[in-house]
Protein backbone atom coordinates (compact mmCIF):
# COMPACT_ATOMS: atom_id res chain seq x y z
CA UNK A 1 0.00 0.00 0.00
CA UNK A 2 0.86 3.32 -0.92
CA UNK A 3 2.69 4.87 2.38
CA UNK A 4 4.43 8.74 2.73
CA UNK A 5 5.96 9.55 5.54
CA UNK A 6 7.19 13.33 6.22
CA UNK A 7 9.90 14.25 8.16
CA UNK A 8 11.94 17.31 8.97
CA UNK A 9 9.59 19.61 10.65
CA UNK A 10 10.11 21.86 13.89
CA UNK A 11 10.56 25.22 15.52
CA UNK A 12 12.73 27.73 13.70
CA UNK A 13 13.47 31.29 13.94
CA UNK A 14 12.12 33.80 11.44
CA UNK A 15 14.58 34.02 8.32
CA UNK A 16 15.50 30.55 9.40
CA UNK A 17 15.54 27.46 7.02
CA UNK A 18 14.20 24.52 7.36
CA UNK A 19 14.63 21.31 5.00
CA UNK A 20 11.25 18.84 5.24
CA UNK A 21 11.75 15.04 3.60
CA UNK A 22 9.01 12.38 2.26
CA UNK A 23 9.80 9.06 2.18
CA UNK A 24 7.61 6.65 -0.16
CA UNK A 25 6.85 3.36 -0.29
CA UNK A 26 4.46 1.01 -2.05
CA UNK A 27 4.60 2.49 -5.41
CA UNK A 28 6.95 3.14 -8.15
CA UNK A 29 7.97 6.85 -6.95
CA UNK A 30 9.86 7.62 -9.96
CA UNK A 31 6.19 7.11 -11.91
CA UNK A 32 4.51 9.77 -10.23
CA UNK A 33 4.34 13.68 -9.54
CA UNK A 34 4.69 14.66 -6.03
CA UNK A 35 3.20 17.96 -4.37
CA UNK A 36 3.19 19.82 -1.45
CA UNK A 37 0.66 21.19 0.57
CA UNK A 38 0.41 22.70 3.87
CA UNK A 39 -2.31 23.92 6.09
CA UNK A 40 -1.90 26.43 9.06
CA UNK A 41 -3.09 25.45 12.40
CA UNK A 42 -7.05 25.55 11.96
CA UNK A 43 -6.81 26.69 8.90
CA UNK A 44 -7.56 25.48 4.89
CA UNK A 45 -5.15 23.65 2.93
CA UNK A 46 -2.69 25.15 0.13
CA UNK A 47 -0.99 23.52 -2.72
CA UNK A 48 2.54 25.14 -2.81
CA UNK A 49 5.00 23.25 -4.88
CA UNK A 50 4.39 20.46 -7.25
CA UNK A 51 7.62 18.56 -9.21
CA UNK A 52 7.66 15.54 -12.09
CA UNK A 53 9.05 12.06 -11.90
CA UNK A 54 11.89 13.28 -13.82
CA UNK A 55 12.26 16.60 -12.00
CA UNK A 56 11.86 18.70 -15.44
CA UNK A 57 8.49 19.70 -13.75
CA UNK A 58 8.25 22.11 -11.35
CA UNK A 59 5.63 24.77 -9.56
CA UNK A 60 5.72 26.95 -7.52
CA UNK A 61 2.53 29.34 -4.87
CA UNK A 62 3.21 32.69 -5.06
CA UNK A 63 3.38 32.81 -1.49
CA UNK A 64 6.57 30.22 -1.52
CA UNK A 65 8.19 31.45 -4.88
CA UNK A 66 12.19 32.27 -4.64
CA UNK A 67 11.98 31.36 -0.97
CA UNK A 68 11.46 27.50 -1.25
CA UNK A 69 12.77 24.51 -3.59
CA UNK A 70 11.43 20.99 -4.24
CA UNK A 71 13.42 18.42 -5.47
CA UNK A 72 13.49 14.43 -5.58
CA UNK A 73 16.17 11.61 -5.46
CA UNK A 74 14.15 9.17 -7.39
CA UNK A 75 16.87 6.43 -6.44
CA UNK A 76 15.79 7.49 -2.89
CA UNK A 77 12.40 7.04 -2.96
CA UNK A 78 12.03 10.40 -1.63
CA UNK A 79 11.07 14.05 -1.97
CA UNK A 80 12.10 17.03 -0.28
CA UNK A 81 11.49 20.60 0.51
CA UNK A 82 13.97 23.20 0.89
CA UNK A 83 12.40 26.46 2.91
CA UNK A 84 14.13 29.61 3.21
CA UNK A 85 13.74 32.94 4.70
CA UNK A 86 10.74 31.88 7.21
CA UNK A 87 8.34 33.91 8.33
CA UNK A 88 5.73 33.41 10.81
CA UNK A 89 2.74 33.13 8.14
CA UNK A 90 4.50 29.39 7.03
CA UNK A 91 3.54 27.61 10.08
CA UNK A 92 1.85 25.00 9.41
CA UNK A 93 1.85 21.28 8.83
CA UNK A 94 2.93 20.37 5.61
CA UNK A 95 2.10 17.30 3.69
CA UNK A 96 3.41 15.95 0.52
CA UNK A 97 0.94 13.71 -1.51
CA UNK A 98 1.27 11.19 -4.23
CA UNK A 99 -0.29 13.18 -7.64
CA UNK A 100 -1.46 11.27 -10.61
CA UNK A 101 -2.86 14.80 -12.26
CA UNK A 102 -4.54 15.57 -8.54
CA UNK A 103 -2.99 14.45 -5.12
CA UNK A 104 -4.34 10.96 -4.07
CA UNK A 105 -2.26 9.74 -1.20
CA UNK A 106 -0.71 11.93 1.73
CA UNK A 107 1.48 11.37 4.23
CA UNK A 108 0.26 11.90 7.90
CA UNK A 109 2.24 15.53 8.00
CA UNK A 110 5.31 17.67 9.79
CA UNK A 111 4.52 20.65 11.97
CA UNK A 112 6.87 23.32 11.05
CA UNK A 113 6.22 26.60 13.47
CA UNK A 114 8.09 29.80 12.44
CA UNK A 115 8.61 31.37 15.94
CA UNK A 116 11.20 33.66 17.57
CA UNK B 1 -6.20 32.40 -8.43
CA UNK B 2 -9.20 30.24 -9.05
CA UNK B 3 -11.55 31.04 -5.86
CA UNK B 4 -13.57 27.59 -4.49
CA UNK B 5 -16.71 28.65 -2.52
CA UNK B 6 -18.13 25.94 -0.27
CA UNK B 7 -21.65 26.21 1.18
CA UNK B 8 -22.76 25.66 3.85
CA UNK B 9 -19.65 26.09 5.95
CA UNK B 10 -21.37 24.36 8.70
CA UNK B 11 -23.64 21.13 7.82
CA UNK B 12 -25.12 19.62 10.96
CA UNK B 13 -26.65 16.08 10.26
CA UNK B 14 -28.80 13.47 11.80
CA UNK B 15 -27.58 9.81 11.34
CA UNK B 16 -29.12 7.98 8.14
CA UNK B 17 -30.30 11.31 6.76
CA UNK B 18 -28.70 12.74 3.48
CA UNK B 19 -26.35 15.61 3.20
CA UNK B 20 -25.40 18.20 0.16
CA UNK B 21 -22.04 20.59 -0.11
CA UNK B 22 -21.75 22.95 -2.68
CA UNK B 23 -18.88 23.85 -4.24
CA UNK B 24 -18.50 27.08 -6.87
CA UNK B 25 -15.38 28.29 -8.77
CA UNK B 26 -14.64 31.49 -10.09
CA UNK B 27 -13.49 30.09 -13.29
CA UNK B 28 -14.30 27.11 -15.34
CA UNK B 29 -12.33 23.87 -14.23
CA UNK B 30 -12.41 22.08 -17.90
CA UNK B 31 -8.56 21.31 -18.51
CA UNK B 32 -7.46 21.60 -22.17
CA UNK B 33 -7.88 17.68 -22.57
CA UNK B 34 -11.51 17.98 -21.71
CA UNK B 35 -11.24 16.57 -18.43
CA UNK B 36 -12.67 18.59 -15.29
CA UNK B 37 -9.95 18.40 -12.35
CA UNK B 38 -12.49 18.82 -9.12
CA UNK B 39 -11.75 16.72 -6.52
CA UNK B 40 -13.41 16.18 -2.91
CA UNK B 41 -11.22 15.22 0.29
CA UNK B 42 -12.10 14.11 3.84
CA UNK B 43 -10.16 15.32 6.72
CA UNK B 44 -11.84 13.56 10.01
CA UNK B 45 -10.56 14.81 13.19
CA UNK B 46 -6.75 14.38 13.59
CA UNK B 47 -5.98 12.99 10.17
CA UNK B 48 -4.68 13.80 6.89
CA UNK B 49 -6.90 14.69 4.08
CA UNK B 50 -8.31 11.77 2.22
CA UNK B 51 -9.56 11.91 -1.68
CA UNK B 52 -12.97 11.03 -1.65
CA UNK B 53 -13.74 12.01 -5.37
CA UNK B 54 -11.94 12.59 -8.60
CA UNK B 55 -12.30 14.60 -11.85
CA UNK B 56 -15.84 15.13 -10.75
CA UNK B 57 -17.70 11.92 -10.52
CA UNK B 58 -15.18 9.18 -9.29
CA UNK B 59 -14.96 7.49 -6.57
CA UNK B 60 -11.99 6.80 -5.38
CA UNK B 61 -11.06 2.72 -4.36
CA UNK B 62 -12.82 1.99 -0.70
CA UNK B 63 -14.84 5.30 -0.18
CA UNK B 64 -18.37 3.66 -0.11
CA UNK B 65 -20.66 4.16 -2.50
CA UNK B 66 -22.95 6.14 -0.63
CA UNK B 67 -20.66 9.44 -1.45
CA UNK B 68 -21.25 10.52 -5.04
CA UNK B 69 -20.09 14.04 -6.99
CA UNK B 70 -21.57 15.71 -9.65
CA UNK B 71 -21.45 19.22 -11.59
CA UNK B 72 -19.95 20.98 -14.59
CA UNK B 73 -18.48 24.46 -15.56
CA UNK B 74 -18.81 25.95 -12.39
CA UNK B 75 -20.76 24.21 -9.97
CA UNK B 76 -20.38 20.71 -8.30
CA UNK B 77 -21.99 19.07 -5.18
CA UNK B 78 -20.80 16.33 -3.23
CA UNK B 79 -23.78 14.29 -1.30
CA UNK B 80 -24.03 11.45 1.10
CA UNK B 81 -27.14 9.62 0.57
CA UNK B 82 -26.76 8.41 4.88
CA UNK B 83 -24.53 10.11 7.23
CA UNK B 84 -22.70 7.70 8.88
CA UNK B 85 -21.18 8.58 12.42
CA UNK B 86 -17.96 7.98 10.90
CA UNK B 87 -18.56 10.99 8.03
CA UNK B 88 -17.70 13.54 10.97
CA UNK B 89 -14.97 15.70 9.46
CA UNK B 90 -14.47 18.76 7.14
CA UNK B 91 -14.99 17.97 3.71
CA UNK B 92 -13.35 20.08 0.56
CA UNK B 93 -13.45 20.86 -2.77
CA UNK B 94 -10.44 20.99 -4.60
CA UNK B 95 -9.60 22.02 -8.22
CA UNK B 96 -6.18 20.88 -10.01
CA UNK B 97 -6.84 22.64 -13.59
CA UNK B 98 -5.09 25.68 -12.94
CA UNK B 99 -1.71 26.20 -11.25
CA UNK B 100 -2.17 27.08 -8.46
CA UNK B 101 -4.34 23.96 -7.53
CA UNK B 102 -6.89 25.66 -4.84
CA UNK B 103 -9.43 24.20 -1.81
CA UNK B 104 -12.84 25.55 -1.02
CA UNK B 105 -12.72 26.79 2.76
CA UNK B 106 -14.09 23.29 4.36
CA UNK B 107 -17.22 22.25 4.90
CA UNK B 108 -17.72 20.68 8.52
CA UNK B 109 -19.91 18.05 8.88
CA UNK B 110 -21.58 17.02 12.29
CA UNK B 111 -23.78 14.90 13.92
CA UNK B 112 -26.89 16.74 15.34
Known amino acids: QVQLVESGGGLVKPGGSLRLSCTASGFTFSDYYMTWIRQAPGKGLECISYISGTSSDTNYADSVKGRFTISRDNAKNSLFLQMNSLRAEDTAVYYC?????????WGQGTLVTVSS | DVVMTQSPLSLPVTLGQPASISCRSSQGLVYSNGNTYLNWFQQRPGQSPRRLIY???NRDSGVPDRFSGSGSGTDFTLKISRVEAEDVGVYYC?????????FGQGTKVEIK
Open chain 2, 94 to 102: MQATHWPWT
Open chain 1, 97 to 105: ARTARTPDS
Open chain 2, 55 to 57: TVS
